[in-house]
């Protein structure tokens, strides 16, 4: 489907006056200062993904408005998060998913950057005040893939897990994918695997674990594909909501940043990110409760104007009780049906699935 992208010339405008007074001051010390002045600062992780990700980022924008490509408009920031320190935790334990994005939007808050760009899947359904999601890029596939270690090969195209022999240990560190595992197989064992996609690879490679999981958008964009044994089809293992897209925050009073961001806007990307996160609105679980949102637009007829289809996930992290419903509707109420099945698997899901425990 079209994304319905405003033309760059919507864009151009802005920008060029943000250009403009780059270049009078570049003239002219001591010129008269706008809103922003250049270089744009852009906020992430240091991981080989994240800059990655940044880097596309940047390339679609400046494509909007080739004057500040060679100006050096855009300067990177990276930043090291919580997340990324420690290593040998459960998210959970130290804090959340959230931590992924603390310093980085810490420094968004305080005006050090003026932009942030994150991985949907590891952005927290409510912002810190003052921010807001100003953009979401177009979906890379959002799927899980199975990567064995050496001595493991695919044998059943339609049971992925026979691969994996009785007791055998995947190194994980996702209780979404453990407990849709663990509902199939109850006899794997998991270990905790963390760490950029190269650290966990290295680690499968070294036989610390039998096999580990992985996004597959995040193997594609970093040209690793081929890693992937088996890619898991979302009726399989549902995928994280957000996983695949690429998400860009910003102040909220910052309208002129909001604007411009705008206009790369993937709408397909928004509406999908829009129910997804909804549901994990009204869930309200932690990351120790496995829960899995995927959405997706389908055309109800060729020519027509596309569905929007969500299934949702609940379970228990060891496997014993799962939860998979689906719902469909308009993209344009994309928000209500994300909320309308949180409300129902929560209502039909035992009441320690939600629970906090430390």
């Given at each position: ?34 809103r922003h002045s250049?270089?744009?600062r ?17 390339t ?9 490509r ?15 320190q ?7 334990e ?10 980085i939007?810490?420094a968004?808050?305080?005006?050090r950057?003026?932009f ?11 912002l810190?005040?003052?921010l807001?999601?100003?953009?979401t ?20 195209p ?10 055998a ?37 070294a ?25 898991l ?19 909220e009073d ?9 206009a ?13 996160r909804?549901?994990?609105?009204e ?15 389908i ?14 996930l ?17 993209p344009?109420?994309a928000?209500?049906?994300?909320h309308e099945l ?17």
């Amino acid at each position: 489907m079209d994304s319905a992208h405003p033309s760059p010339a919507v864009l151009s405008p802005a920008l060029q006056e943000i250009a403009a007074e780059a270049a009078a001051r570049q003239k002219k010390a001591g010129g008269h200062s706008g809103r922003h002045s250049l270089p744009l600062r852009v906020g992430t992780r240091g991981s080989p993904l994240a800059l990655v990700q940044t880097r596309a980022f940047l390339t679609t924008l400046t494509k909007f408005c080739p004057v500040l490509r060679d100006m050096g408009a855009f300067q990177e920031h990276q930043i090291n998060t919580t997340g990324d320190q420690v290593q040998n935790r459960r998210l959970a334990e130290i804090g959340g998913k959230g931590l992924f994005a603390k310093e980085i939007h810490e420094a968004l808050a305080d005006g050090r950057i003026d932009f942030a760009v994150h991985s949907l899947k590891d952005l927290e359904t409510t912002l810190p005040p003052g921010l807001v999601l100003a953009c979401t890029l177009k979906r890379e596939d959002a799927r899980d893939a199975l990567i064995l270690g050496p001595s493991l090969a695919p044998t059943d195209p339609d049971d992925p897990y026979s691969a994996l022999p009785h007791g055998a240990m995947v190194g994980c560190a996702s209780v979404r994918r453990q407990a849709q595992m663990l509902h199939v197989r109850p006899d794997l064992q998991f270990g905790l695997l963390r760490g950029n996609v190269q650290t966990r690879l290295d680690k499968l490679a070294a036989r610390q674990c039998d096999a580990t999981l992985l996004a597959l958008a995040g193997l594609k964009r970093l040209g690793m594909a081929d890693r992937a044994s088996v890619v898991l089809a979302p009726t399989m293992m549902v995928p994280a909501a957000g996983q695949g897209i690429v998400g860009v925050t910003v102040r909220e009073d910052d309208i002129e940043l909001r604007e411009l961001l705008s206009a790369i806007e993937d709408y397909e990307a928004r509406a999908v990110a829009t129910a997804e996160r909804a549901l994990l609105a009204e869930l309200d679980g932690s990351c120790r409760t496995p829960i899995g949102g995927y959405a997706q637009l389908i055309p109800v007829v060729a020519g027509g104007a596309p569905e929007l289809h969500l299934t949702g996930l609940v379970a228990r992290e060891d496997g014993s009780f799962l939860l998979k419903r689906a719902i469909s509707g308009a993209p344009e109420d994309a928000a209500r049906l994300g909320h309308e099945l949180g409300r129902s698997l929560r209502r039909d899901s035992p009441d320690d699935i939600f629970e906090e425990t430390l």
